[in-house]
C-alpha cells in the first residue's frame, strides 16, 4: 500500500504526526496499539511489515478471548515513527482527537521464525487474508489472527485470539485494561462524556 495515501491525507505543518518515511527496526519486527479518541473511540492495532506499519481500526479493542471476533477495518499504512506517536491531533485535520499507547512490543509469525522467514509467512498470511501472528506484548500475547471477510467491504478484517496458554475465557473489555488517568480518559471526565467502559460488550 505504501506512505502515499498517508502523506497525502495530512498537513505536517498543523500535526505533530510523524513524515511518512519507510523505515525497518533493526532485530525484531514491532507492534503498537494505540487507543485513539477521534470522532469515535476506537482502537488502532499496527504491525511492521516492509519498512511500514500495516494498520487496522478495531472499535471495541483487541480481545484476549477467543470466543471474541473483533472487526479490524484496514487503513492506510503508518510510518514505521508511528509506533512512537501520541499526542493530540489539531481540529480540522485527519483523525482529530488524542492517541495513546494502549500495547506495544515485538511480534513474528506464529512459529516465531527467523526474521527473513517470518516476513516471507506474513507477506504470504497479509495477501491471502488469513494472517496469523504471535504477539509479545504487556497485555497482549500469544497468537492471534487477522482474518479478511469474504464477499464484504475490501477493508473489512476479523482480529480473533487463538486459544493459548495465554487465552482468556471471562469477557475481555480493553477498556478495563486502559489506566484510570490516561489522557484519554481525563479528557472524557473533563467533558463528561460517557467511557464504552460502562457500555462495552463483546462483538
Do not use: C
Amino acid at each position: 500500500m505504501g506512505l502515499t495515501l498517508y502523506n497525502k491525507k495530512r498537513n505536517f505543518e498543523e500535526t505533530t504526526e510523524p513524515t511518512g518515511k519507510v523505515k525497518k527496526s533493526v532485530s525484531k519486527l514491532v507492534f503498537v496499539v494505540q487507543r485513539h479518541k477521534a470522532s469515535q473511540l476506537h482502537y488502532d492495532f499496527r504491525l511492521e511489515l516492509d519498512g511500514v506499519l500495516k494498520s487496522w481500526a478495531v472499535p471495541k479493542g483487541p480481545s484476549m478471548n477467543p470466543k471474541d471476533k473483533r472487526l479490524a477495518m484496514m487503513v492506510e499504512d503508518h510510518p514505521y515513527d508511528y509506533k512512537d506517536f501520541e499526542g493530540t491531533i489539531p481540529e480540522g485535520n485527519y483523525g482529530a482527537g488524542i492517541i495513546e499507547i494502549w500495547d506495544k512490543g515485538t511480534y513474528s509469525d506464529v512459529e516465531n521464525s527467523p526474521r527473513d522467514e517470518a516476513e516471507k509467512k506474513l507477506r504470504v498470511g497479509l495477501k491471502s487474508g488469513d494472517f496469523k501472528i504471535r504477539l509479545f506484548g504487556k497485555k497482549l500475547q500469544g497468537e492471534f489472527v487477522l482474518v479478511k471477510l469474504k464477499g464484504k467491504d475490501d477493508n473489512s478484517w476479523l482480529l480473533i485470539k487463538h486459544r493459548d496458554e495465554y487465552a482468556v475465557d471471562e469477557e475481555y473489555n480493553s477498556e478495563e485494561q486502559t489506566k484510570e488517568d490516561s489522557p484519554i480518559n481525563k479528557w472524557l471526565s473533563e467533558n463528561k462524556k460517557p467511557s464504552k467502559k460502562k457500555n462495552s460488550q463483546n462483538q
